[in-house]
């Protein structure tokens, strides 16, 4: 079952300006990461972010996690049109070799020139 | 960054055929190989978590019989489509897990489009 449910659905904005994602999830979990797909293609990883932590940056990509309102947001800064994609967020919540990854529903990002 | 070479990237078969799907780790050992689905638009949804040299732990609601799981090495698993039906109709993906440059992470291969007419 779906883990985790994000917002928007969809995004579409200009190029230059700021999307913001939204990931909701359900139990607890050891760390929360964002993939990216593009249409028909397999996922890249962007970021990773500990339940202990409570911001990370990589680039343009800024990552919040609330573990007490068990949510996290994703953040891209001065999107440009290869920006536009899938975004996944996806709760790792086991431990050691047996864990595995529950994905949320996916925001797809359309960024216009 | 670890490699994770899915094959083939698109298949069409004909109703009632069985398709085999590949999935290798090119630089790296993976103690754990994961299979998704994803239909269109959708999120990806596990099927399946397969361990080498164990038998693969389905999901709920997922056919063992018809989607048959081997991991026969630390850098192969392979998923097969037994008697495949237009709704089976999918792209499939794997995750491949394991130590990288210190790290215990999955990484995806570029998935597989199944077309059954």
């Known amino acids: 079952s779906q883990q985790g449910e994000e917002d928007p659905q969809a995004l579409s904005i200009q190029e230059g300006e700021n999307a913001t994602m939204n990931c909701s999830y359900k139990?607890?979990?050891?760390?929360l990461q964002w993939y990216r797909q593009n249409s028909g293609r397999g996922l890249v990883h962007l970021i990773l972010?500990?339940?202990?932590?409570r911001e990370k940056h990589s680039g343009r990509l800024r990552v919040t996690l609330d573990t007490s309102k068990k949510s996290s947001s994703l953040l891209i800064t001065a999107s440009r049109a290869a920006d536009t994609a899938s975004y996944f967020c996806?709760?790792?919540?086991?431990?050691?070799?047996?864990?595995?990854?529950?994905f949320g529903t996916g925001t797809r990002l359309q960024v216009t020139l | 960054g670890a490699v994770v070479s899915q094959h083939p990237s698109w298949v069409i078969c004909k109703s009632g055929t069985s398709v085999k799907i590949e999935c290798r780790s090119l630089d790296f050992q993976a103690t754990t190989m994961f299979w998704y689905r994803q239909f269109p638009k959708q999120s990806l949804m596990l099927m399946a978590t397969s361990n080498e040299g164990s038998k693969a732990t389905y999901e709920q609601g997922v056919e063992k019989d018809k989607f048959l799981i081997n991991h026969a090495s630390l850098t192969l698993s392979t998923l097969t489509v037994t008697s495949a039906h237009p709704e089976d109709s999918s792209f499939y993906i794997c995750s491949a897990k394991g130590a990288v440059a210190g790290r215990f992470l999955a990484f995806f291969g570029q998935g597989t489009r199944l077309t059954v007419v």
């Open positions: 139990t607890s979990i050891n760390n």
């Open positions: 972010i500990r339940s202990n932590e």
């Open positions: 996806a709760t790792d919540s086991s431990t050691g070799t047996a864990s595995k990854l529950t």
